[in-house]
């Protein structure tokens, strides 16, 4: 029997997306297993889980082998703490030197990499009388945020020093897991840095999704997972050894059709009519589109389920709605048209667009409701 859960945002409307908890449950601890033992795992919830939704699938993640969760923005962890969501938060994005505070008073863990930050930080534990918990970010060819890798002894021994801090952590992001030889430019620069500082009572890390499957870094401690938790691979090195778990996909995308009608040959469907209709074509309307998230770089090139059978989407995804040809298809008003699905993947939709699974599931968020079944 399907269990149901849903969030109280939009449920009027024909369109959602469905969350299965028990596979985000599978994933986690397949991950878990292909994990060392004496390691810890950090599951990633940024974007709202990767269009997810954090808040609703936290306690799954925390209750399946998650140590601590990872967000993006002092908002992020705000929003779990409200939900009552106790766990350690790493914030992993950049901080506002100005709202280090609010993260002190909401128990988040931020990253620093900057003379800036300390001063904010020192400022804040004078203000609340509470040690702001930090990790140190290194930057080891990302090239985006992170203490240079030549200064960050240097750095992490003046915060180990600060006694108005908790460190509890340093780490580095990959910026190319499926290319061994650049991967291993970052390694060899992470090892140098941890040589050089005292690492006791630290978390470590540098392996994501990708990195944990196909490399092993002594000099760490934890991993952080991410787009496998939710079903879907990274892109992974062609060569060498793998480690690569069996995942379950998670989500769905789901419109139940609002309008049956006839076009007859020779019409065009939907904006510019980028789709004509050769013979007479019975085409399914469903309140779905581009403002939901469908690209609309998708228009024609997709395909839905439709009572066991496969059907086009035609014409050009419009923002509120889009059509498909369901001719031949016994079908009625009300009936759901399956979009994504596990015959229906979003890795198709990325590769349609030369885009990655991730930008598309965070794209499905802005209006749709989400429906968390187990």
Known sequence: MKNVRQTNINIHRDSWVEINLENIAYNMQA????????????AVVKAD??????????????????????????????????????CDILVLG??????????????????????????????????????????????TGMNRIGVAADVAADFINEVRKADYLDF????????????????????????SVISKIDTTGLLLHILNTAGAMCYDVPNSNMYRAGIGIYGL????????????????????????????????????????????????????T??????????????????????????SQVGNI?????????TGVDANLGDIITLLDEKHSIDNWAKILGTINYELTC????????????
């Open 31 to 42: 991950i878990r297993k292909n994990t060392p033992k004496d390691k810890k795992l950090l």
């Open 49 to 86: 889980a990767y269009g997810h939704g954090s808040v609703m699938i936290a306690p799954t993640l925390l209750a399946s082998g998650a140590d601590m969760l990872g967000v993006a923005s002092i908002d992020e962890g705000v929003d779990l703490r409200q939900a009552k969501i106790n």
């Open 94 to 139: 950049a901080v506002p030197v100005w709202a280090v505070e609010s993260a002190v008073n909401a128990d988040l863990i931020i990253a620093i990499f900057s003379k800036e930050h300390l001063a904010a930080c020192k400022q804040a534990f004078e203000r609340t009388g509470k040690r702001p918990k930090v990790h140190v970010k290194l930057d």
């Open 168 to 191: 509890g952590g340093v780490f580095t992001h990959l910026a190319n897991a499926e290319n061994r030889t650049k991967t291993q430019i970052q390694i060899d620069r992470w090892n």
């Open 233 to 284: 691979y990274p892109d992974l090195p062609e060569d060498g050894e793998i480690r690569k778990p069996e995942l379950k996909p998670v989500m769905s995308l789901k419109a139940r059709i609002v309008n049956i009608h006839e076009a007859h040959d020779g019409e065009g469907i939907s904006y510019g009519h980028t789709f004509t209709a050769h013979g007479n074509r019975k085409i399914a």
């Open 286 to 311: 469903v309140p779905l589109g581009y403002a939901d998230g469908v690209p609309r770089g998708l228009s024609n090139k997709i395909c839905g389920g439709l009572n066991g059978k496969n059907v």
């Open 318 to 326: 419009t923002m509120d709605q889009m059509m498909f040809d369901i």
């Open 363 to 374: 794209r499905l968020k802005v209006r749709l409701p989400r429906v968390y079944t187990r």
